[in-house]
C-alpha cells in the first residue's frame, strides 16, 4: 500500500516537472522574443494584419509590464522543478540522488528551458513574439502575478535607491544612422535609399545659413529700372524671381516675378518702373532651421525667401528648390551653369567649391577639418589664414593642405584638399603658407 502511495507521488511529481519544464521553456522564449521586438517593428507588424500583432503592440509599450512577472515566473518555474527533482531523485537513487537530481538540473533545464527556446526564439523573432504575445498577455493581465512582481520590484529598488519608472529605450540619431547602414550591407534597402535616410535626419538640424545663396551670389533688380530691363535681367540669368531693391542690396523691399514682367510687358506698360509690380517680400533669420521654413513656404504658399542676418542686412536668399536639395541632392535644370563641386586629383587629393560644407568634406574624405562660426570651406579658410588670400595660398589643417586655386576679388571660389606627407606637422592647429 505504501509503495503504490510513493508510486502514485512520484507520478504526479513527475508530470508537474514536466509542466513547470515546459512553462519555463515558454516564458524563456517570450522574453527572449518580446525584449528583441521593438515598437516600431511591432507596429509594422501590427499594420500588416499579423495575428497576435495588436497585442504585441501594447507589450512593447511597457516593457517593464510584461518583463518583471516573466523573470519572476521563469524563476519559480525553474526553483520548484529543481527543488521537486531533487525530491524524486532521493527517493529513487539515495545518496547519488543529489549528484543524479544536479546533473538532470544542469542538462535539462538549461537545454530545454533556456538554450532552445531562446535560441529558437532569436533565430525566429517575429514569429516568436507573435506566438507569445497572447499568453504573455494573459499572464501578466493576472492580478496575483503582477502585483507579487511590482511588490518584489519594489522592495529591490528600496534597497538600490531608485524611485522604480521605466524609460524605454531611446533610439538616437547616430543609432538610426548605423542601421540604415547596415540595412544596405544587408541588402534590405539600397545604397540611395540610404542617403536619404541620412538626408532626412540631418534635414532637421540644418539651418539656412547653410543651404542660402550668399548676397555675393544674388541677382537683383532696382526698383526704378523698366519692366522691359528687370525682364531682360531675369531671362538673362534664368531665374522666376528677382529681389528688388532700392539702394543697394540690403534695402530689399519686394519681389519681382517673372511671369508678372511679362505680363505687363504684353500689356503694353514694359517702359513702366518694375517697383509697383513687386509682390511682397518675405524675410527669414539665417538661423532658422530648414525643416519649419519649408513648413512655413508649404503654408504660405512662397517659394522664395531672404535671408537676414542679426544686423537686419541681407544675408543672401534662400528657395524652396535649395531646401529640396538637402534631401534628394543637387537639381540642375536647363539654365543652371555650375561646376562640379567635387573633382578627384591624381595622389588622392580632390578639388572643391570654396561652398561646400565642411562637414561634407569631413564625410567625403573621412576628415576631421575643424568646425566652428564657418559653414564652409572657405570661410574655414578665412579663418584659419586670417587675410584675404590670393592665389596658390595654402594652409594645413587637420592632416590636409587647402589650397586657394582661384579667387575672385575678395571670395575664394575653389580649393584643392590634398594629404599630407608628414602628419607630425599638424602639432599645432595650423600651419599657412
Known amino acids: 500500500m505504501m509503495t503504490a502511495t510513493f508510486a502514485t507521488e512520484d507520478v504526479v511529481l513527475s508530470l508537474v516537472v514536466v509542466v513547470l519544464l515546459i512553462a519555463s521553456g515558454v516564458l524563456a522564449l517570450s522574453e527572449t522574443a518580446l525584449v528583441r521586438m521593438s515598437r516600431p517593428k511591432a507596429k509594422s507588424l501590427a499594420d500588416e494584419g499579423k495575428r497576435g500583432a495588436k497585442v504585441l503592440v501594447r507589450l512593447t509599450e511597457d516593457p517593464q509590464?510584461?518583463?518583471?512577472?516573466?523573470?519572476?515566473?521563469?524563476?519559480?518555474?525553474?526553483?520548484?522543478v529543481a527543488t521537486l527533482v531533487g525530491v524524486l531523485a532521493v527517493r529513487w537513487f539515495g545518496a547519488w540522488g543529489v549528484v543524479a537530481a544536479t546533473v538532470f538540473e544542469i542538462?535539462?533545464?538549461?537545454?530545454?528551458?533556456?538554450?532552445v527556446p531562446k535560441n529558437w526564439a532569436v533565430h525566429h523573432p517575429e514569429r516568436a513574439a507573435l506566438?507569445?504575445?497572447?499568453?504573455?498577455a494573459a499572464v501578466v493581465g493576472f492580478w496575483p502575478v503582477r502585483w507579487v512582481s511590482k511588490g518584489l520590484i519594489g522592495l529591490a529598488n528600496l534597497f538600490i535607491g531608485q524611485s522604480g519608472g521605466y524609460v524605454g529605450p531611446l533610439v538616437t540619431e547616430s543609432e538610426l544612422l548605423a542601421m540604415a547602414d547596415v540595412a544596405v550591407e544587408g541588402d534590405v534597402i539600397e545604397t540611395e535609399e540610404r542617403a536619404l535616410i541620412h538626408s532626412i535626419i540631418e534635414f532637421g538640424d540644418t539651418v539656412v545659413r547653410e543651404v542660402?545663396?550668399?548676397?555675393?551670389?544674388?541677382?537683383?533688380?532696382?526698383?526704378?529700372?523698366?519692366?522691359?530691363?528687370?525682364?531682360?535681367?531675369?531671362?538673362?540669368?534664368?531665374?522666376?524671381?528677382?529681389p528688388a531693391i532700392e539702394q543697394h542690396i540690403d534695402d530689399v523691399i519686394g519681389i519681382a516675378y517673372t511671369k508678372d514682367m511679362i505680363q505687363v510687358v504684353r500689356d503694353g506698360h514694359g517702359d513702366e518702373p518694375v517697383g509697383p509690380h513687386v509682390r511682397e517680400a518675405h524675410f527669414v533669420p539665417e538661423t532658422k532651421r530648414v525643416s519649419d521654413l519649408m513648413r512655413e513656404m508649404q503654408s504660405e504658399q512662397f517659394h522664395l525667401a531672404v535671408v537676414v542676418?542679426?544686423?537686419?542686412?541681407?544675408?543672401?536668399?534662400?528657395?524652396?528648390?535649395?531646401l529640396i536639395e538637402e534631401l534628394v541632392g543637387e537639381i540642375v535644370d536647363e539654365f543652371d551653369v555650375e561646376e562640379i563641386p567635387v573633382e578627384q586629383l591624381?595622389?588622392?587629393?580632390?578639388r572643391v567649391s570654396a561652398r561646400l560644407p565642411v562637414d561634407e568634406v569631413n564625410d567625403l574624405l573621412d576628415a576631421h577639418l575643424p568646425t566652428g562660426a564657418w559653414d564652409t570651406v572657405g570661410g574655414l579658410?578665412?579663418?584659419?589664414?586670417?587675410?584675404?588670400?590670393?592665389?596658390?595660398?595654402?594652409?594645413?589643417?587637420?592632416?590636409?593642405?587647402?589650397?586657394?586655386?582661384?579667387?575672385?576679388?575678395r571670395r575664394i571660389e575653389r580649393v584643392s584638399i590634398e594629404p599630407v606627407a608628414?602628419?607630425?606637422?599638424?602639432?599645432?592647429?595650423?600651419?599657412?603658407r
Open 346 to 350: 591624381p595622389g588622392g587629393g580632390v
Open 65 to 80: 509590464g510584461f518583463l518583471n512577472p516573466v523573470l519572476l515566473l521563469v524563476l519559480v518555474c525553474q526553483l520548484v
Open 212 to 242: 542660402m545663396v550668399p548676397r555675393t551670389d544674388m541677382v537683383a533688380v532696382g526698383v526704378d529700372v523698366t519692366v522691359e530691363v528687370a525682364l531682360d535681367l531675369a531671362l538673362e540669368a534664368g531665374r522666376s524671381r528677382l
Open 381 to 409: 579658410v578665412f579663418d584659419l589664414l586670417g587675410h584675404v588670400p590670393v592665389t596658390g595660398e595654402s594652409v594645413t589643417s587637420g592632416g590636409l593642405r587647402l589650397v586657394v586655386d582661384r579667387v575672385n576679388g
Open 422 to 432: 608628414d602628419a607630425s606637422r599638424d602639432a599645432a592647429p595650423a600651419e599657412a
Open 107 to 115: 542538462v535539462v533545464i538549461f537545454v530545454f528551458a533556456e538554450a
Open 309 to 322: 542676418n542679426e544686423y537686419g542686412g541681407t544675408a543672401g536668399l534662400v528657395t524652396l528648390e535649395d
Open 131 to 136: 506566438l507569445s504575445a497572447p499568453f504573455v
